[in-house]
């Protein structure tokens, strides 16, 4: 059985990265494609890697015919799905892959974003797009949210260990290493290659992130207490990928073990020997996540090491995974890609 899908936004990182997905997808076909500024022009001359796919015109939005859609993927900017998904037939499903339905509570959502929510009465029916840990609630959704990719990233290396109680949740350090091509493909002169392919820059520092709301609703919930982590993402000369280095206070041994416990059955997460780290380049254009622990010279201290690409795992291959289970199809399809390596 196929169904068919909309990609709104397809003219975007996150867009491309969908089509390439779909393209060996044995039980999805591309229905429409949408990118209002680019609209009349093919998805070949847009992204030229694309050209041997026949593939949909794009179009804009409201061009679209929804009768024969039942699925769309939402790669919009921040701040736009809000009001498209109010009119969107409710026989058609959405995984939106921006922030929109993240946060559960609308205020929380005009705190990190700035703006009030446009629909507040669809939020309930949101589900978290994290689907190794939502995995039930996604199979039965209409609407699921895709996670920010670095909070996805931190959550894989996390979750289990607050939910064991195996760490302090008062000491929890996050750095992260991020590629280019999490900021976006609209033009920001500080995105050029001569301002970033020799350099690494912080970005939103101290407490400032808006992924932060992610991670205060997600852990807040599992702990049943407040808990707040210290998160600093960082622009690195690479174009995709996320190595997220979790600093924590725990039995190493005891961390490894729960994470490998918790994993072990994951199709999409890889937990490595203990002691040794992940590496970017070896998840980069597919679906995995590598996580690794590793002691430190101080007892009772651990790091954990989590990575994976930002455009697939962090965005476009959690929501092909996330339709996967929506649709009543295997949650593997068309996921099974190998790295791209070097």
């Known amino acids: 059985m196929t169904k068919t899908v909309a990609i709104l936004g397809a003219s975007g990182y996150t867009g491309a990265e969908l089509v390439r997905i779909i393209a060996t997808h044995p039980s999805l076909r591309i229905g429409a494609l949408s990118a209002d500024r680019k609209a009349g022009m093919k998805m070949a001359d847009v992204f030229p890697h694309l050209r041997h ?24 900017p921040h701040g736009l799905s809000q009001a498209l998904v109010k009119d969107l037939p409710r026989s058609v499903k959405i995984v939106d892959l921006g922030a929109d339905f993240r946060l559960r509570d609308p205020a929380d959502y005009e ?27 996604i199979k039965g959704a209409r609407l699921v949210a895709g996670t920010g990719c670095n ?22 350090i996050c750095d992260l290493k991020n590629g280019i091509s999490g900021a ?3 033009l920001k002169e500080n995105m050029l290659f001569a301002e970033r392919s020799t350099d690494v820059a912080g970005y939103s520092q101290g407490g400032k992130h808006r992924h932060l709301g992610e991670f205060d609703q997600e852990f807040t919930m599992i702990a049943g207490q407040k808990v707040e982590i210290q998160f600093t993402p960082n622009l690195v000369p690479i174009n995709r990928g996320i190595h997220a280095s979790c600093y924590v206070k725990g ?13 072990a059955d994951e199709p999409f997460v890889v937990v490595l020997p203990f002691g040794q780290a992940p590496q970017m380049g070896h998840v980069a254009g597919s679906n995995f996540c ?14 954990v090491v989590s990575t994976l690409d930002n ?3 962090g965005s476009s291959g959690q929501a ?20 791209v390596f070097p």
């Open 111 to 137: 705190k990190w974003y700035g703006k009030p929510h446009d629909a507040p009465e669809l939020q309930p029916e949101a589900v978290y797009g994290l689907t190794e840990f939502y995995r039930d609630e």
């Open 53 to 76: 796919l026949d593939l949909p015109t794009l179009v804009t939005i409201d061009q679209i015919d929804w009768s024969g859609i039942d699925l769309a993927f939402a790669a919009l």
């Open 251 to 263: 039995d190493p041994q005891a961390i490894h073990a729960a994470l490998a416990a918790r994993y």
């Open 151 to 172: 909070a996805a990233t931190v959550q894989f290396a996390l979750r289990p260990l607050i939910e064991g109680a195996l760490i302090d949740l008062d000491d929890i």
């Open 311 to 313: 455009l697939c795992k």
């Open 184 to 186: 976006g493909r609209s």
């Open 320 to 339: 092909v995974q996330n339709a996967n289970l929506m649709l009543g199809f295997d949650e593997t399809s068309g996921l099974m890609l190998a790295p």
């Open 290 to 303: 590598h996580i690794g622990v590793v002691g430190d010279r101080k007892p009772g201290r651990a790091l």
